[in-house]
């Protein structure tokens, strides 16, 4: 399977800001057409950390993540976004301890433009964007 991996803060715009692009420098990754359908696909990895209204949330998928992008080691938890998606689930976690608050969210896909100049933004079920936490 061939991976191209693409830092996503020209292709997934969270805030368009350079904050959103530090932030995201090695947690959103865009992957090349491959075995997985034949289209593009973004994976967020598990634990990607958010602002939730100025605090931080960590946020979790339900799909196995892609063995090259974490150095060959088995690991769950990734959120992937395929193509063709409209939503995508997601477990938001309340803090930083193991028996934090989780809850479950549907993010919708808000799509403009095509593949590889596509922007991609993710809105919550209480119509905020997703936007990466960083401290000031």
């Known amino acids: ?57 960590m946020v979790f998928g339900y799909s196995h993540c892609p063995d090259r992008l974490f150095n060959s080691k088995t690991e769950t938890g990734c959120i992937i976004i395929h193509y063709h998606d409209l939503t995508v689930p997601v477990l ?17 896909i808000e799509r403009q433009g095509k593949f590889p100049a596509e922007v991609i933004r993710l809105q919550r079920p209480d119509n905020s964007f997703v936007m990466p936490f960083e401290n000031h």
């Not at 938001?92 to 919708?108: C, F, I, L, M």
Request: net charge neutral; glycine share 10%.
């Open 1 to 57: 399977m061939r991976y191209s991996i693409l830092v996503m803060a020209t292709t997934l715009t969270l805030a368009g800001c350079d904050q959103a692009n530090k932030a995201i420098s090695n947690s959103i990754y865009q992957v090349s057409p491959g075995e997985v359908s034949g289209s593009p696909y973004i994976v967020i990895s598990p634990g990607f950390r958010i602002n939730d209204h100025g605090g931080l949330v």
């Open 92 to 108: 938001v976690r309340h803090g930083n301890s193991p028996h934090s608050k989780t809850t479950q969210e549907e993010w919708s």
